[in-house]
T-cell receptor, first 112, second 113 residues
Framework: SQQGEEDPQALSIQEGENATMNCSYK?????LQWYRQNSGRGLVHLIL???NEREKHSGRLRVTLDTSKKSSSLLITASRAADTASYFC????????????WGAGTKLIIKP | SQTIHQWPATLVQPVGSPLSLECTVE??????LYWYRQAAGRGLQLLFY??????ISSEVPQNLSASRPQDRQFILSSKKLLLSDSGFYLC????????????FGQGTRLTVV
């Protein structure tokens, strides 16, 4: 069954604006990861946040984690056309036995 | 540095034909290896994972099988393809289960006709 659920399913914004994507999950986790996928390609790891962390930054990326609400958000600041991609969250649910459980993704389109 | 190779990038196969997709990892030893399938516009479904040579775990019943003949080689196979096997297949590896990032191959677009 699907653990992570991203919203929105699709997001279209102007270049230079900030993009926020959300992920909700259902069970206790050890960590949560965000990945990016360009069309027809493999996924690229962006950032991992552990269950005892609340916020993490990497360049223009900011990830928050609220374990009480079982949710995470990915913020991309000052978006660029090259940020156009699908973004997925994945959780390593406690007791999941080697699985990363994936959401359906948010398709982000940055308009020049 | 570690790299992962997955081929072919695209494949068109007739119904009933066999399948063999290969994935190899370089620059690391004893990786955890994974095969995923991704339906159009959807997330990833884990098909198989392996924590060592000859050790394969299947997550969903299906028309596919996997093998790990060498430490850094993971093969996805089918004896007879079905139309429903069409999809985007991704191989990935990680150092340890779930606590670290997964590294993905570029994927294989399989179309069964």
């Amino acid at each position: 069954s699907q653990q992570g659920e991203e919203d929105p399913q699709a997001l279209s914004i102007q270049e230079g604006e900030n993009a926020t994507m959300n992920c909700s999950y259902k069970t206790s986790i050890n960590n949560l990861q965000w990945y990016r996928q360009n069309s027809g390609r493999g996924l690229v790891h962006l950032i991992l946040i552990r269950s005892n962390e609340r916020e993490k930054h990497s360049g223009r990326l900011r990830v928050t984690l609220d374990t009480s609400k079982k949710s995470s958000s990915l913020l991309i600041t000052a978006s660029r056309a090259a940020d156009t991609a699908s973004y997925f969250c994945a959780t390593d649910a406690a007791g999941s036995n080697y699985q990363l459980i994936w959401g359906a993704g948010t398709k982000l389109i940055i308009k020049p | 540095s570690q790299t992962i190779h997955q081929w072919p990038a695209t494949l068109v196969q007739p119904v009933g034909s066999p399948l063999s997709l290969e994935c190899t990892v370089e620059g690391t030893s004893n990786p955890n290896l994974y095969w995923y399938r991704q339906a159009a516009g959807r997330g990833l479904q884990l098909l198989f994972y392996s924590v060592g040579i000859g050790q394969i775990s299947s997550e969903v019943p299906q028309n596919l099988s996997a093998s790990r003949p060498q430490d850094r080689q993971f093969i996805l196979s089918s004896k007879k393809l079905l139309l429903s096997d069409s999809g985007f297949y991704l191989c990935a590896w990680s150092v340890a289960a779930g606590n670290t990032e997964a590294f993905f191959g570029q994927g294989t677009r399989l179309t069964v006709v």
